[in-house]
Nanobody
């Protein structure tokens, strides 16, 4: 069993930045790939970014490539999502999840956090 707690969300103006954190407890953090997903009101949950167990490889959704950066600190059992040049369309609840692989599909992910709200104003 793994518990995930996201933090760092909030309200920011367009063009601004936020850094999300996801702290894990329970099983050994480094055995999991990690992913970030988001869900806007009335929309399905969508993939944002993922990182491999070692942190050596990352993948991103096209909509955030070049603006968002995923990273992890296995010693702190924490994964981060640095979000720059934020746009109103980035507004959503952001979730982190543990994965059997650094994949796009949610079906590869087993444990999910409760989510943190990110709101980007115009």
């Amino acid at each position: 069993q793994v518990q995930l707690v996201e933090s760092g969300g909030g309200l920011v103006q367009a063009g601004g930045s936020l850094r999300l954190s996801c702290a894990a407890s329970g099983r050994t953090f480094s055995v999991y790939a990690m992913g970030w997903f988001r869900q806007a009101p009335g929309k399905e949950r969508e993939f944002v970014a993922a990182i491999t167990r070692s942190g050596g490889s990352t993948i991103y959704a096209d909509s955030v490539k070049g603006r968002f950066t995923i990273s992890r600190d296995n010693a702190k059992s924490t994964v981060y999502l640095q979000m720059n040049s934020l746009k109103p369309e980035d507004t959503a609840v952001y979730y982190c999840a543990t994965g059997r692989s650094a994949a796009v599909a949610p079906s590869w992910y087993d444990y999910w956090g409760q989510g943190t709200q990110v709101t980007v104003s115009r």
